[in-house]
Structure formats: C-alpha cells, structure tokens
C-alpha cells in the first residue's frame, strides 16, 4: 500500500479508536462471563487479592488462590466457599420453583476453590506450583498478578534483602507466572492477564524509590506483553493494567497529602477500587486507572517541564506524602526489636 495512503488508513483508525472509547463511556458495555472459567490470583490472603476472590466467586468462576501465608489464604477460600453454598442454595431454589429437579442444581455444584502457598519471590516455587494446579485443576483462564508488598524505608536505610525482595514480588513474579499460562493461553487463543500495579507506577514520589521502580517495571511488562500479544494476532486474550490510586487497605498507613487537599482526593475504599477494576476486567477494558483523576495526572506529568511538575506536588503535599508512613513504619520497627530485647 502507498505509504501516503496508509498514513491516512491510520489517521482513520485512530479517529475512530477515539469514538469507540467515547462511545464507551456512554454506553457502559456487556460485562463477559467467567462462570466456570479457572481463575487465579496471586496475594488472595488478604486486601486486594480477597476482594477479587470473593467477586469472582459471585461470578461462579473457579477459584485458585496463591499466598505466601496459608492462614489468611484458607480465610479467604472459606468466604469463597460460603458465597459458593449461597450460588447452589439459590439455584436449587430457584429450579425448585421452576419444577426442573436437580438439572439446574448440578452446574452449580462443581464450583470449587483450590489454596497453594506459594512464595511468588521465588522462580522454582511459582513453576512448580503452577505445574500442580495444571495437574489437580487444568489451565488457567484468567491470571490476575495482584502480590504486593512494600519495605517502607528510605532508600539509604533499606536493607539491599528488602529492596530485591520488593522487585521480585512486584514485578519479577509477573514474569514466573506469566510464563508458566501464557504458553496455554496462546494455544487456545484464549484468556485474560490481569496486572495490579499501581499510580505509582505512573508517576512517582519521594521515599518509596524501590516501590515505584517495581511498579514501572510491572506496568513497562504489562505493556509490552499487551504489544506482543497484539503482534501476534492473538486477539483472543485480553489484558488489563490496574493502576489505583492510594487504597485503604493498610499498606500504606500513614500516608497523607496536604490536608485541605485529602476531602477531594482520600484513600480509595477497597471494594470500590475492586468493583472498578472487575468492570474493566469483565469489559475487557486495557487499563483502569481509579479515581479518573489519576488519568490526568499521568497525562500532566508527560507534557509538563519536571519543575513544575514539582511545584504541583508541593502545592498537593504529594512530595513529601510517603514520609509519615515512613516514620510509622520505623517507630514499629523499634517497638518490635525492643520488645524482643534486640
């Protein structure tokens, strides 16, 4: 094709893509169906990873959960399985109704949840855990890469171990994973990669240097797997990059912008930032970044000079917002080595 035509082949296709996302805003798409789809997520002990478990269960998908901690992960199967007892309990109440028997019961029935402790830091753990949930469960379907942890030390006092071990949970575990689904996904041409980075994989601040390189890292692999899976035609499986704002789940305590500023812009309640994101999922939408906001503050910070991208953080408390949690996290560090007699 004449490379002045194709420019504007091109020019139309953007223009439309334009519409078609315009159009979605308007018109709020048919969320797909993961009944019965295997789903796994990483982190399901606890915050984020619970709330995705818990909606996809509403959602009657099969439930794979991976934690490094087996207490809070078999917590968590447990609300899976009572929301499982209610889907059946409803079903065959409602097939009783209906006068149709056990026919509308048995599908029901087959839900179940499966727990793996595994540690996500570490290559060998996650490709043999993902080699036994291929054998007791089959291939996995949705892969949603939710493990997180933060060190919350300032980057001269934090030891090199945390640092690492931040990067490989954040980012280098989306990698082991990835890897051991993907190759199946491709086969089927079918599925769905979910990744749960964060804004401060967008833009960054001051204090929490390792957290926002393992952030970018994720969002920079995110983005490339999405290209590469483009590429190859594969428009069978989806992605979805999940960039929330600052959420309430704890990780983060202590955390605060300037106060005048925090009644317009708080910490996000973590089952609103779940149901957005599920909605993006089940849309098949590519990123959902939440509140909106953030979107224009990515946006900003890519076409602003750094200096004043600077000034609009201190104006905000933005630069400075990760050092009383800092603070909080060194003074019970004290607490716990001194109650040990350390």
């Given at each position: 094709?004449?490379?002045?035509?194709?420019?504007?082949?091109?020019?139309?296709?953007?223009?439309?893509?334009?519409?078609l996302?315009?159009?979605?805003?308007?018109?709020?798409?048919?969320?797909?169906?993961?009944?019965?789809?295997?789903?796994?997520?990483?982190?399901a002990?606890?915050?984020?990873?619970?709330?995705?478990?818990?909606?996809?269960?509403?959602?009657?998908?099969?439930?794979?959960?991976?934690?490094?901690?087996?207490?809070?992960?078999?917590?968590t199967?447990?609300?899976?399985?009572?929301?499982?007892?209610?889907?059946?309990?409803?079903?065959?109440?409602a097939?009783?109704?209906?006068?149709?028997?056990?026919?509308?019961?048995?599908?029901?029935?087959?839900?179940?949840?499966?727990?793996?402790?595994?540690?996500?830091?570490?290559?060998?753990?996650?490709?043999?855990?993902?080699e036994?949930?291929?054998?007791?469960?089959?291939?996995?379907?949705?892969l949603?890469?939710?493990?997180?942890?933060?060190?919350?030390?300032?980057?001269?006092?934090?030891?090199?171990?945390?640092?690492?071990?931040?990067?490989?949970?954040?980012?280098?575990?989306?990698?082991?994973?990835?890897?051991?689904?993907?190759?199946?996904?491709?086969?089927?041409n079918?599925?769905?990669?979910?990744?749960?980075?964060?804004?401060?994989?967008?833009f960054?601040?001051a204090?929490?240097?390792?957290?926002?390189?393992?952030?970018?890292?994720?969002v920079?692999?995110?983005?490339?797997?999405?290209?590469?899976?483009?590429?190859?035609?594969?428009?069978?499986?989806?992605t979805?990059?999940?960039?929330?704002?600052?959420?309430?789940?704890?990780?983060?305590?202590?955390?605060?912008i300037?106060?005048?500023?925090?009644?317009?812009?708080?910490?996000?309640?973590?089952?609103?930032?779940?149901?957005?994101?599920?909605?993006?999922?089940?849309?098949?939408?590519?990123?959902?970044?939440?509140?909106?906001?953030?979107?224009?503050?990515?946006?900003?910070?890519?076409?602003?000079?750094?200096?004043?991208?600077v000034?609009?953080?201190?104006?905000?408390?933005?630069?400075?917002?990760?050092?009383?949690?800092?603070?909080?996290?060194?003074?019970?560090?004290?607490?716990?080595?001194?109650?040990?007699?350390?």
């Amino acid at each position: 094709m004449n490379i002045v035509l194709e420019f504007f082949v091109v020019t139309f296709k953007v223009l439309w893509a334009f519409v078609l996302a315009a159009a979605k805003w308007l018109v709020r798409p048919k969320e797909k169906s993961v009944a019965g789809q295997v789903c796994l997520i990483t982190g399901a002990g606890s915050g984020l990873g619970r709330l995705f478990a818990l909606e996809f269960a509403r959602r009657r998908a099969l439930l794979v959960l991976w934690d490094i901690n087996t207490q809070s992960n078999e917590e968590t199967a447990g609300m899976v399985r009572h929301i499982y007892r209610e889907i059946s309990e409803e079903a065959a109440a409602a097939a009783h109704q209906a006068g149709d028997g056990e026919e509308e019961v048995l599908p029901h029935c087959n839900l179940q949840v499966y727990t793996y402790t595994c540690d996500v830091s570490k290559r060998e753990n996650v490709y043999l855990t993902a080699e036994r949930v291929r054998q007791e469960v089959g291939e996995v379907s949705v892969l949603v890469n939710n493990a997180g942890v933060v060190s919350g030390h300032h980057l001269l006092e934090c030891p090199d171990e945390l640092i690492e071990r931040t990067m490989m949970v954040n980012c280098h575990a989306h990698f082991w994973t990835t890897k051991a689904f993907l190759p199946k996904m491709l086969e089927m041409n079918h599925g769905h990669i979910v990744t749960v980075a964060s804004s401060l994989g967008l833009f960054s601040t001051a204090g929490v240097e390792d957290y926002c390189a393992s952030k970018f890292g994720a969002v920079g692999f995110h983005e490339s797997l999405s290209h590469e899976l483009k590429a190859a035609d594969k428009d069978g499986i989806k992605t979805t990059l999940v960039c929330p704002y600052l959420v309430d789940t704890g990780m983060f305590r202590g955390c605060r912008i300037r106060k005048e500023i925090e009644p317009f812009l708080p910490p996000l309640k973590p089952d609103y930032c779940v149901k957005q994101a599920m909605r993006a999922i089940l849309t098949d939408q590519p990123m959902i970044c939440t509140p909106r906001l953030m979107y224009m503050v990515t946006f900003m910070k890519s076409i602003l000079p750094f200096e004043a991208v600077v000034c609009m953080y201190r104006f905000l408390g933005a630069d400075k917002c990760m050092y009383p949690f800092i603070a909080q996290r060194k003074q019970a560090t004290n607490n716990n080595e001194a109650k040990n007699g350390i």
